[in-house]
């Protein structure tokens, strides 16, 4: 495994920690803004989703612009 993909392997884990994190707190953030607003609360899972893979997205499109 070379340098670069070694550093790819290690931001993919982190990215995946951080959102494994998340993932598992969801359904109490989601109960505690539903108590405020039912949309709110959707919306924040709509927003979660779309981040994981926009994360990924951004990071190909930064790796490609590299030329990796």
Do not use: E, H
């Amino acid at each position: 495994m070379d340098r670069n993909n070694r550093n790819a392997a290690i931001a993919a884990l982190w990215i995946m920690i951080a959102f494994g994190v998340v993932a598992f707190l969801m359904p109490k953030i989601m109960l505690a803004v539903g108590d405020y607003s039912t949309v709110a609360a959707g919306a924040i899972a709509v927003f979660f989703v779309l981040a994981f893979f926009g994360v990924f997205w951004l990071r190909g499109r930064a790796q490609r612009n590299r030329g990796n």
